[in-house]
Structure formats: structure tokens, C-alpha cells
């Protein structure tokens, strides 16, 4: 009798090993997915961080330099400031809503935007009699005020920035 040879077997992938294949595939695709958006996401906020500070530092040095330019200071309190600057001019700095507003010579009436999105506004005022600096925030008599502090939390696009400083005024 004759033996039947059989050929030999085919290799070819199994039902089993495409589904595990096309399993692994699916995993590798959405963890490089997870890492692209991530990483996408986490630009746009160090973006909004970036320009949060820049925008803030450059409009609080801006502040601050006109403040130095002062000639006097005619009012103040813990969130306000008016001054009297060399050309004669009454400029006044509040906080209104979430605005710093400024007027020149009371003008324009409600005042112009500064800096939009302020949270947080405080101002100190320091007074030099002599022999030590004494600070307020509502100074009894503006005109003898020498240097002022100030800060301000600024928020935009969900990012948050605390920036400070100080101005000595020179026409002390």
C-alpha cells in the first residue's frame, strides 16, 4: 500500500496572531497620539505663561517709569495712585473691575485701559523723615511720599502672573 505523503505545512499568520498584532498597533497608535497632544498642550500653556509675564513686566515697568517722572503725588491709596508728572499733567492710575485705568488731566472721563485682566492691585507708599522709611498704604500726607511699591496679579488664558516693583520718586 502506498503511503500518502503530506506536504509540508504552509507558515502563515493565524486569526489569532493578527488580532494580537492589530492590538498592539491600536496601543502603540494611541500612546503616540497621547504623547503628541500632550505635548502640544503643554506649549500652548507655557506660550500663555510666556506671554502673561511679558505682557505684564513690560506694562508694570512702563508704570514704573512714569511713576519715577513724577513730580508729586497728590493722592493715593491701596489701589489707586495720582501724581502730577513735569509737564504739569494730573495722571491718575485705579483699578476697575478687572482693568488698571489710567486718565491724563481727567481725560477721557472713564479712563483708558492700562492693563486689562488685573485680579490683584496694591500700592505702598514709603515716606523718608529722616532716619527710617515708614510705609502705608494710605499715606497722610501724599506729598511727602518718596518711593512707592506695587503689585498686581494679572490672569489671562487661564495663566496667572504676580509682577511687582518699586519707584523711588526723583523730584524727592
Known amino acids: 500500500m502506498r503511503r500518502l505523503i503530506r506536504p509540508a505545512r504552509v507558515r502563515a499568520f493565524t486569526l489569532l496572531e493578527m488580532i494580537v498584532t492589530g492590538l498592539v498597533s491600536v496601543l502603540l497608535g494611541a500612546a503616540i497620539w497621547t504623547l503628541l497632544r500632550t505635548s502640544y498642550d503643554n506649549q500652548y500653556i507655557l506660550m500663555n505663561q510666556n506671554?502673561?509675564?511679558?505682557?505684564?513686566?513690560?506694562?508694570?515697568?512702563?508704570?514704573?517709569?512714569?511713576?519715577?517722572?513724577?513730580?508729586a503725588l497728590t493722592a493715593g491709596d491701596g489701589s489707586s495712585i495720582t501724581y502730577t508728572n513735569n509737564s504739569n499733567q494730573t495722571v491718575k492710575y485705579w483699578k476697575s473691575g478687572t482693568n488698571l485705568l489710567k486718565t491724563v488731566n481727567s481725560l477721557p472721563a472713564g479712563g483708558t485701559v492700562a492693563i486689562s485682566n488685573v485680579s490683584t492691585l496694591s500700592f505702598i507708599y514709603w515716606v523718608w523723615n529722616g532716619t527710617s522709611w515708614s510705609g502705608s498704604t494710605s499715606p497722610g500726607t501724599p506729598a511727602n511720599v518718596s518711593a512707592v511699591d506695587f503689585s498686581m496679579t494679572v490672569l489671562q488664558n487661564g495663566s496667572s502672573r504676580k509682577v511687582s516693583g518699586s519707584a523711588k520718586i526723583r523730584q524727592k
Do not use: C
Open 51 to 71: 506671554m502673561v509675564a511679558t505682557n505684564s513686566r513690560r506694562m508694570v515697568d512702563t508704570f514704573a517709569d512714569n511713576l519715577r517722572g513724577a513730580k
